[in-house]
């Protein structure tokens, strides 16, 4: 509810009073609550994650220690609490730099934007007080 509010008013209020740091800031926060809800549901499919590549490491990479998938299961059950600390540090540090770079790089864009809307163009042709009308010679 809370989220609808301020994506529903605040932002096109802060948009109408030019109030662009708000309206970033709102973005900007808005990114970042959905990043930290999603590193918390990759925390609950973690498990069936970990199955799944065992499952497959074991069918196509090592078949001939396929006797040893009962052991990796068990390590993997009794490392779990260690390894979900693990993955939420993973998980948030790579979304951080995929945030981070993904924000670099729009600020970059729209730095180069705003140059191109201040002067214009590359070049400029400016005509010195002169007698002809003839102008570029």
């Known amino acids: 509810m ?27 926060a808005l990114l970042i609550i959905i990043i930290i809800g999603l590193t918390f549901i990759s925390v609950l499919i973690f498990e069936y994650v970990e199955k799944g590549l ?14 040893l998938k009962d052991l990796i299961s068990k390590n993997l059950d009794s490392h779990r609490k260690r390894n979900s600390k693990t993955s ?3 998980t948030l540090a790579l979304s951080f730099l995929i945030f981070s770079s993904a924000t670099f790089k729009l600020l970059g864009s729209l730095i180069q934007a705003e140059l191109v809307v201040l002067f214009g163009s590359d070049l400029y042709v400016f005509e010195a007080a002169s007698k ?5 010679d």
């Open 88 to 90: 939420i540090m993973f």
């Open 132 to 136: 002809s009308n003839v102008f570029l």
């Open 2 to 28: 809370i989220i609808g509010f301020v994506t529903y008013y605040l932002v096109p209020l802060s948009y109408y009073y030019n109030q662009f740091g708000w309206f970033l800031f709102i973005f900007d």
């Open 54 to 67: 065992l499952a497959i490491l074991m069918w196509t990479c090592a078949r001939r220690d396929s006797k």
